[in-house]
Each structure stands twice: as structure tokens, then as C-alpha cells.
């Protein structure tokens, strides 16, 4: 005669929710960080090349922008750590379908953490300086300057998350997501990649958050797995 522990029973979990968590994850990661890029946008002072900027006048533009800044903040850092979450999630669901010995989960993870880790670095100087420029004259004009060049290009660096991108669409190609999943990736990932590649790397920023955005909300109400 067998006893069974039913303490020790594991519990199926069927829970819809637990298994896209991820994707949501992912969907909220890519709207912050489409926030992000336009904030950082709104923040960068328009030069006017009849009138070439000097450090004291970019570091007055800056200083009337504090609220866009807190805002770029806030959605930048918020996107970097969703994005762990979805980086996660994703190796996970590759896992799943792709060939056992596939390097491509891996890759697309990668990619995912280290864009995470540039973003947290594009917000690395937001306290100081936002702080600083609240107090006028706190801040020497040619730092305020340097940081508004930081705000407008690091957190645009979004090439790593190209290359994560192109390894979701190889790995699709191999039944490990959706097709559909694979041809969007594979298009703005190589698009992504190649941008970062250039000397007009931060233009990846403006494609990257989209592919993200994309991607997610497909997994999370379109993948049928």
C-alpha cells in the first residue's frame, strides 16, 4: 500500500497569466522606452546653425526642462527593467521549440540585457543633473553641456537589441516563434543592427523600441503556443 504526501503534490500551473507575464513585461519595456526616446527628444536643445550654441546657453535651455527630464528618467529606467523580464521570458519560450544544442535563445537574450544595461547607464547621470539645474548657477555650463549630449545618444544605443532581434527571427525560421514574430524581427533587426553599425548609431533608438513594442504585444495576445 502506497501513501501519497499531499503536501508534497506539485500543483499544475495552468495560469494564462504566469505564462505571458513576460510579454507584458516586454509590451510595457517597449512603451516606456518609445517614451524615453521622445522625452530625451523634447529635452536635447534645437540648434540654430546661424547661431552656433555655446555651453552657457545649451545649460539655460536645459535648465527650463527639468520636468521632461524627471520624465525621461522615470521611462528609460522603468523600460531597462522590464526589459530583464522580457529578456528572460523570451530565452524561455525559445527555449521551448529550438533545437537543443541552438545558440539563438541565448543570443536573444544577450542582446536584451546588454540594451538594458546601456539604458541604465543613459539615465546614470539624471540625478545630479537634475537636481543641479534645479539650483541655477549649481552646475558649471560646460558639464551641463556634456550631459545633454549623453541624454540624447546613450540611451538611443539600441544595436544590441538588433542583434537579439535578427537571432529571434533565425530562430522562428527553425519553429521556435510564430513566422510572423520571425519576418518582423528579421526586417527591423537587421534595420537596427545595421543603423548601430553606422556612424548614425543612435538612429537604432528610433527602431529598436518599436521592434520591442511589436514583438511583445505579438507574443502576448498573438502567440497561440
Not at 513566422?179 to 543603423?195: D, K, N, Y
Not at 529598436?208 to 511589436?214: A, F, H, I, R, T
Request: glycine content about 10%.
Amino acid at each position: 500500500m502506497t501513501t501519497i504526501d499531499q503536501a508534497r503534490v506539485e500543483q499544475p500551473v495552468s495560469s494564462r497569466g504566469a505564462k505571458r507575464g513576460w510579454a507584458a513585461a516586454g509590451v510595457l519595456a517597449g512603451g516606456s522606452a518609445v517614451a524615453s526616446i521622445q522625452l530625451s527628444t523634447m529635452a536635447s536643445p534645437v540648434y540654430d546653425a546661424a547661431t552656433p550654441p555655446t555651453a552657457a546657453w545649451v545649460a539655460e535651455q536645459l535648465s527650463t526642462k527639468v520636468p521632461v527630464l524627471i520624465g525621461f528618467h522615470l521611462t528609460t529606467t522603468i523600460a531597462a527593467l522590464l526589459l530583464m523580464i522580457f529578456a528572460a521570458g523570451l530565452k524561455r519560450r525559445l527555449d521551448a521549440q529550438a533545437p537543443a544544442d541552438s545558440l539563438l535563445p541565448n543570443v536573444a537574450a544577450i542582446g536584451l540585457v546588454i540594451t538594458s544595461a546601456i539604458l541604465i547607464m543613459g539615465a546614470g547621470l539624471n540625478t545630479e543633473f537634475i537636481f543641479g539645474l534645479a539650483t541655477p548657477g549649481m552646475m558649471p555650463a560646460t558639464d551641463v553641456s556634456f550631459y545633454s549630449h549623453w541624454v540624447a545618444t546613450i540611451s538611443w544605443l539600441w544595436v544590441a537589441a538588433g542583434v537579439s532581434a535578427v537571432a529571434l527571427g533565425l530562430a522562428s525560421l527553425r519553429g521556435a516563434a510564430p513566422r510572423w514574430i520571425g519576418v518582423v524581427s528579421l526586417v527591423l533587426g537587421a534595420l537596427t543592427a545595421l543603423l548601430g553599425v553606422s556612424p548614425l548609431q543612435y538612429m537604432a533608438g528610433f527602431v529598436g523600441p518599436l521592434w520591442l513594442l511589436v514583438v511583445a504585444l505579438g507574443f502576448l495576445l498573438g502567440d497561440r503556443r
